[in-house]
Nanobody, 128 residues
Framework: QVQLIESGGGLVQAGASLRLSCAAS????????MGWFRQAPGKEREFVAAISRYDDSKYYADSVKGRFSISRDNAKNTVYLQMNSLRPEDTAVYYCAADQDCSGYGCAKSAASSYDYWGQGTQVTVSS
């Protein structure tokens, strides 16, 4: 099992940047593909970005491509989401998730149902 704890959320103005962090417990972090999702009030949870366990593939939702960047540091058991040029529509609770079955090279998925472990979320609010 792995426990995930997100941090770095907050209230910012449009155009600002934030970096979210997701710290994972356990020695198997490097075995998991990792993803970031978000959920705005009244909306379903949606995919934001994913990174393979070997850091050889990254995928982004069209809505964040070119503005957000996912990365991981396996030595620190941490995955990051760098968010630039934030917009009011980016306001949501952001969750990180771990996929234990996506262990091959280049494997990273966008479906929330593929992920086995979830953090508690961190709120990001972008004011106009």
């Amino acid at each position: 099992q792995v426990q995930l704890i997100e941090s770095g959320g907050g209230l910012v103005q449009a155009g600002a940047s934030l970096r979210l962090s997701c710290a994972a417990s356990g020695r198997t972090f490097r075995s998991y593909a990792m993803g970031w999702f978000r959920q705005a009030p009244g909306k379903e949870r949606e995919f934001v970005a994913a990174i393979s366990r070997y850091d050889d593939s990254k995928y982004y939702a069209d809505s964040v491509k070119g503005r957000f960047s996912i990365s991981r540091d396996n030595a620190k058991n941490t995955v990051y989401l760098q968010m630039n040029s934030l917009r009011p529509e980016d306001t949501a609770v952001y969750y990180c998730a771990a996929d234990q079955d996506c262990s091959g090279y280049g494997c990273a998925k966008s479906a929330a149902s593929s992920y086995d472990y979830w953090g508690q979320g961190t709120q990001v609010t972008v004011s106009s």
